[in-house]
């Protein structure tokens, strides 16, 4: 039980259910209401791929708050030894086997959901976080400009990732004009995801 407690400590899982609680607003009280003003239909994310989609979100940025404490170890023994998890309650070995694990089932899911909607986008643009993640930690953590920018986009991106499920190809572009009820998701996922870009580079948040 105390290992769990930690586990759940060094995934920030308040911050994950934040993920969470964010992604199923903008469906349920966005992408749905536009699908069903502008066509009176469903989108193509359903409610079951939706929730897969969350999940893929959530374990993705959980495996991002893991390599960021992994690389954080010296740091973390100087600044806050007593809220310490890899290597005090999570050996370094098991954080970054956990890290594996999550980044991989993330992106599993992520390609379930992808073939299921022909959307060959939404797997690259997810294993592109899966990237900044790790090169956040490593590297751009250290430079203030560049590291905010990535964590910004990041943040946003837990928006428009969504939008990017909506893409129909078949249609004839990412921004079709017939498509209304895209347009408005787009439009309103920009607003959202742009002030979450704004808000957490300002505060200079960081995993």
Same mark, same amino acid.
């Given at each position: 039980m ?6 759940l ?7 994950l ?7 199923? &607003?903008?469906?349920?009280?966005v ?7 502008y ?16 999940v893929a *979100?959530?374990l ?8 960021? $404490?992994? &690389?954080?170890?010296?740091? $973390? ?7 310490m998890?890899? $290597? ?19 992106l599993?899911?992520?390609s379930?959901? #992808?073939?299921?909607?022909?959307? &060959? ?7 592109i ?7 956040? #930690? ?11 920018i990535?964590? #910004?986009?990041?943040?946003a991106?837990?928006l428009?990732?969504? &939008? ?9 572009g990412?921004?079709p *004009? ?11 996922s ?8 704004i808000?957490?580079?300002? *505060?200079?948040?960081?995993?």
């Amino acid at each position: 039980m105390k290992k769990f407690a930690a586990f759940l400590q060094l995934i920030r899982y308040k911050n994950l259910l934040f993920i969470g609680i964010t992604q199923l &607003f903008f469906y349920t009280c966005v992408i749905l209401p536009a699908y069903q003003k502008y066509t009176g239909g469903f989108p193509l994310l359903n409610q079951n791929l939706f929730h897969w989609i969350l999940v893929a *979100s959530i374990l993705i940025a959980g495996a991002g708050y893991i390599i960021n $404490d992994y &690389f954080d170890l010296n740091i $973390d023994r100087i600044n806050k030894p007593s809220k310490m998890v890899v $290597d005090k309650e999570i050996s370094r070995r098991w954080a970054m086997m956990l890290h594996l694990i999550l980044s991989v089932s993330g992106l599993i899911i992520t390609s379930y959901v #992808s073939i299921e909607l022909n959307n &060959f986008l939404l797997i690259l643009l997810n294993g592109i976080a899966v990237m900044l993640l790790w090169v956040y #930690s490593t590297t751009f953590k250290k430079k203030l400009l560049s590291g905010n920018i990535i964590i #910004s986009l990041l943040t946003a991106w837990v928006l428009f990732v969504l &939008f990017v499920t909506e893409i129909n190809w078949k249609q004839g572009g990412i921004l079709p *004009s017939t498509n209304q009820a895209l347009i408005t998701i787009y439009k309103l996922s920009i607003l959202y995801g742009g002030f979450a870009f704004i808000v957490s580079k300002k *505060s200079a948040i960081h995993l």
